[in-house]
């Protein structure tokens, strides 16, 4: 194909990411000449660098001048250039196409496979995973492999170095790597060989992520992590909060790994035990790899830790993901009941972003089919025939990556051949809807996804059973035990057609689907990413590559075509649906599925922890290998974001309402609309509150004190020591709150005198009748630099204390009219007074604290007569 189409030339960010990411580099900058089409650093920040598009036009040395796609003249060093040897997709297609046919048996088989690779590459029919666009035909050392897992690190401290190397050793080459902590030892366990204790299974999970933060991913991106933990580990509470404690994990994605007894012991509330195996056992160092099960039938014991309420960790787990978005949950033991490879290699972890779960030494190369590019206009239907041979030769294409790609280790080598695991996903689904009318979440999306994946699924198992019939069966392959997975038993139900094929012929591949997110070939392609609906219809990136504005071409075409009109009702974003709509999406593709799904369920910021709890129950419960979700809002930096940074920074608003404007207007398409008031930083001080037209408004609405108010104080352990929170009522309702928390003078004593007043402020505005409740809401999880308690009665901060006691307050208290006596509401303070939320023994109260100057953490203590961190070390005496 001419090279030189003008349907395939790529714009803006996709040519940006096409460059970057995927283009077959030229290794030697020096190489730069006027004329090329080059990437230039523009803003070298190790966090969020920028880089533009530009073509050299004059070179003096080691110095360039590069004009930019917007015009600009940048002039950099040749070290600061990005040089490729493709500056076209159809140089990639061809590249990809050769490599992959390479591995066939005859030059006329090469010959055939690389035309019929070629035609599902052309027009981004197919788009091979990011590995395999960057590396095949194009370097010996980058694997192809998008997905690893590693065995769980050997409980010793040359295990654990043996892990990180290999960690960042396939890293290096580009791959994200899956890592189950699950093997090691708990914090504060007996380490015999050094006389000490271990620093537990989280902190070696700190190191894995620090690296994983130094890694540049096949010279093009930082290294991905996942990290996992099971439901029994002692230390699970603390894996579970430890990015609420700045800077312990900052570079790896977090899962536990729940069982199905687990899940039932939280329907039941049931108790639960942390457990560990016997580290005096004397095969403990040769035989224990994290595998709890096959350690007891072993016949080897377990050490009992301690026992717990199961929905005390569920409830950590509900409160941290509502909090951040982490961690997620992976219901392993029913991915191993659902996996194919159940009887000879169990699901240990899944790759960094969830959708592969692999045994140890188990990889996975990716590729998705483009589901836009299969509407037929004349039918108004899916193209299915084009479709099902799309789907059959990307099989083929995938099985030929797992002979192409360079081993790095033997053990990779060995595993995947015995298996012959590969993933072959989607993207492009939200589109094709849209194409179709059909509104995604709804109930007739759910009736259409059930037909096109199974179809998909269906196409691609027939496919691996023809390729077993010319080059075999992958070597592991049992047919009677390989259809007893949880997965065939669903897939050849309904369409037997598949398990005669396999009795007939074998199956060349363990697994064949896999729903990766395909945020960048996605996003490169200018089509809607992995199985998701569009984030938003315009939206700002955030990347290695810069900061940049996106519009959806699908729905700014249809404003330009009906001017002053709304978008239809099946232009669908992510923030449009319900968080339920969005499970229940993932789970009618889960059943077409053999791996896993990487689905986030967007949730609006007024998610509460309840609304979580009952979506992750709802993931369990349809059927859904895992669960993660994403509350607008709750965290600090996001990729993708619906206002400009500028903006964002501006808006300093009370209320915030999620739509759609795209909907309301042809030229604003922005989906997050807020109600700004002005900074007083940016007018520096020419505002005047007091003689504001506003002001007096305000004014107007604000209750008075009464000279008596009654409440009641609630005395409640916090990270920064006891407080003493009074709340009094007015008419019945919270109108006033009082906080004494730690000493006088101390900055903590400041901060919580300063919330009890904005507090009291906000109950004595106006007439809304919810002000309690959207205090609450909106005080309640905030975290802090620690946390004490467990379960219900944990206290993340001094703002969550004061929203557990508000929330006794209203529980405990009668709504009363201004006339109740005296002794009512004597009697109703002894009510509260004996429902205080403080249930601890005495001697677990922690000692007042201050905030340190140095680090920030709640730590600055009294010791030997001068104010010290206890985390820093930092002393107002030095």
């Known amino acids: 194909m001419n090279s030189n189409n003008l349907s395939h030339k790529l714009e803006g960010l996709s040519e940006k990411i096409f460059l970057d990411r995927y283009a077959w580099k030229d290794a030697d900058p020096n190489h730069a000449k006027v004329g090329d089409v080059v990437l230039v650093l523009t803003k070298d920040d190790p966090k969020f660098p920028t880089k533009e598009v530009g073509e050299i036009i004059e070179r003096q040395g080691q110095t360039v001048k590069v004009k930019t796609r917007s015009g600009e003249t940048i002039q950099t060093e040749v070290e600061k250039l990005t040089l490729n040897i493709e500056k076209t997709p159809e140089e990639m297609w061809d590249r990809l196409a050769r490599a992959m046919a390479s591995v066939e048996s005859t030059p006329e088989e090469q010959q055939k496979w690389q035309s019929k690779f070629r035609a599902v590459l052309d027009d981004w029919k197919l788009v091979p995973?990011?590995?395999?666009?960057?590396?095949?035909?194009?370097?010996?050392?980058?694997?192809?492999?998008?997905?690893y897992v590693i065995p769980s690190p050997q409980d010793s401290r040359g295990g654990i170095m043996k892990t990180l190397t290999e960690m960042t050793e396939i890293m290096a080459r580009g791959g994200g790597v899956g890592i189950n902590l699950s093997s090691l030892?708990?914090?504060?366990?007996?380490?015999?060989?050094?006389?000490?204790?271990?620093?537990?299974?989280?902190?070696?999970?700190?190191?894995?992520?620090?690296?994983?933060?130094?890694?540049?991913?096949?010279?093009?991106?930082?290294?991905?992590?996942?990290?996992?933990?099971?439901?029994?580990?002692?230390?699970?509470?603390?894996?579970?909060t430890v990015k609420q404690t700045m800077?312990?994990?900052?570079?790896?994605?977090?899962?536990?790994?729940?069982?199905?007894?687990?899940?039932?012991?939280?329907?039941?509330?049931?108790?639960?035990?942390?457990?560990?195996?016997?580290?005096?056992?004397?095969?403990?160092d040769n035989e224990w790899n994290g595998d709890l099960q096959q350690w007891k039938e072993a016949g080897h014991q377990v050490i009992h830790y301690r026992t717990v309420k199961a929905r005390d960790i569920w409830r950590t787990i509900i409160e941290s993901a509502w909090k951040s978005a982490e961690p997620g949950v992976v219901f392993m033991e029913y991915y191993n009941q659902m996996s194919n490879s159940w009887y000879f290699n169990p699901i240990i972890c899944t790759n960094p972003c969830g959708e592969q779960g692999l045994p140890g030494w188990g990889v996975c190369n990716l590729s998705a089919i483009n589901l836009s590019k299969f509407y037929d206009e004349t039918s108004h239907d899916v193209a299915w025939q084009e479709l099902a041979e799309t789907t059959r030769i990307s099989a083929r294409f995938l099985d030929n990556v797992i002979d192409a790609t360079p081993y790095h280790f033997e053990e990779n080598q060995k595993n995947q051949q015995l298996e012959r695991r590969v993933g072959l996903g989607t993207m492009g689904l939200a589109e094709l809807m849209i194409k179709l009318r059909i509104r995604y979440g709804s109930p007739e999306s759910l009736e259409f996804l059930d037909k096109l994946y199974g179809f998909i699924a269906k196409e691609a198992y027939l496919a691996s059973a023809e390729i077993a019939a010319e080059k075999g069966a992958f070597p592991a392959f049992e047919v009677e035990p390989y259809l007893q997975s949880g997965f065939m038993k669903n897939l050849v139900g309904t369409y037997p057609e598949v398990g005669e094929a396999i009795r007939k012929q074998g199956i060349r591949n363990v697994t064949l689907i896999t729903q990766a997110p395909t945020g960048s070939t996605g996003t490169m392609v200018g089509t809607?990413?992995?199985?998701?609906?569009?984030?938003?219809?315009?939206?700002?990136?955030?990347?290695?590559l810069g900061y940049d504005e996106q519009f959806v071409p699908i729905a700014q075409e249809w404003l330009d075509e009906h001017p002053g009109e709304e978008l239809p009702?099946?232009?669908?974003?992510?923030?449009?649906?319900?968080?339920?709509?969005?499970?229940?999406?993932?789970?009618?593709?889960?059943?077409?599925?053999?791996?896993?799904?990487?689905?986030?369920?967007?949730?609006?910021?007024?998610?509460?922890?309840?609304?979580?709890?009952?979506?992750?129950?709802?993931?369990?419960?349809?059927?859904?290998?895992?669960?993660?979700?994403?509350?607008?809002g709750s965290r600090d930096v996001q990729v993708l974001s619906t206002t400009k940074k500028e903006e964002a920074k501006s808006e300093v608003s009370e209320q915030t309402s999620v739509t759609d404007p795209v909907k309301e207007t042809s030229t604003a398409n922005e989906t997050t609309a807020f109600t700004s008031a002005t900074s007083e930083t940016e007018n520096e001080g020419k505002i005047s509150v007091a003689a504001s037209p506003a002001a007096k408004v305000l004014d107007k609405q604000y209750k008075s004190r009464p000279q008596v108010l009654r409440g009641a104080t609630y005395k409640i352990n916090t990270p920064f020591g006891m407080a003493y929170i009074t709340i009094n009522d007015l008419g019945g309702i919270p109108a006033e709150i009082f906080l004494n928390v730690?000493?006088?003078?101390?900055?903590?004593?400041?901060?919580?005198?300063?919330?009890?007043?904005?507090?009291?402020?906000?109950?004595?505005?106006?007439?809304?009748?919810?002000?309690?409740?959207?205090?609450?809401?909106h005080l309640k999880g905030i975290g802090g630099s620690g946390a004490i308690g467990f379960g219900v009665n944990r206290v993340e901060s001094i703002a969550d204390a004061v929203a557990k006691a508000l929330e006794s307050h209203v529980q405990s208290t009668p709504q009363e009219s201004a006339s109740s006596t005296n002794e009512e509401a004597d009697q109703r303070v002894n009510r509260i007074s004996e429902s205080a939320i403080v249930d601890e023994p005495l001697a677990t109260y922690t000692a007042s604290r201050d905030l340190c100057p140095s680090c920030g953490s709640a730590s600055l203590i009294n010791i030997e007569g001068c104010k010290t961190c206890s985390q820093c070390g930092y002393s107002k005496c030095n």
């Open 569 to 632: 009702d099946y232009y669908v974003t992510a923030m449009d649906l319900s968080a339920e709509n969005h499970i229940r999406v993932q789970a009618a593709i889960q059943q077409w599925v053999d791996s896993s799904i990487s689905k986030t369920a967007n949730c609006p910021a007024d998610f509460t922890v309840e609304d979580t709890a009952q979506l992750y129950e709802l993931a369990f419960d349809l059927g859904c290998k895992g669960v993660t979700i994403y509350r607008d």
């Open 247 to 284: 800077g312990q994990v900052t570079n790896a994605n977090l899962s536990v790994c729940v069982s199905n007894a687990f899940m039932e012991a939280v329907k039941q509330d049931g108790d639960w035990e942390l457990v560990f195996p016997d580290t005096n056992d004397p095969d403990y």
């Open 528 to 544: 809607s990413t992995g199985i998701e609906p569009y984030f938003a219809f315009k939206y700002f990136r955030q990347s290695r």
């Open 129 to 147: 995973g990011g590995r395999i666009a960057a590396g095949a035909g194009a370097s010996d050392e980058l694997t192809l492999f998008n997905c």
């Open 185 to 240: 030892r708990p914090r504060r366990a007996v380490v015999k060989g050094v006389n000490g204790a271990s620093s537990g299974s989280v902190s070696w999970g700190g190191l894995f992520s620090y690296t994983t933060g130094l890694i540049e991913q096949g010279g093009s991106r930082r290294g991905a992590l996942m990290l996992m933990m099971n439901d029994w580990h002692p230390d699970v509470m603390d894996f579970i």
């Open 742 to 777: 730690g000493k006088a003078g101390s900055d903590v004593f400041a901060m919580a005198e300063a919330l009890g007043r904005v507090c009291s402020l906000f109950l004595r505005y106006g007439d809304h009748g919810h002000k309690v409740e959207l205090l609450i809401k």
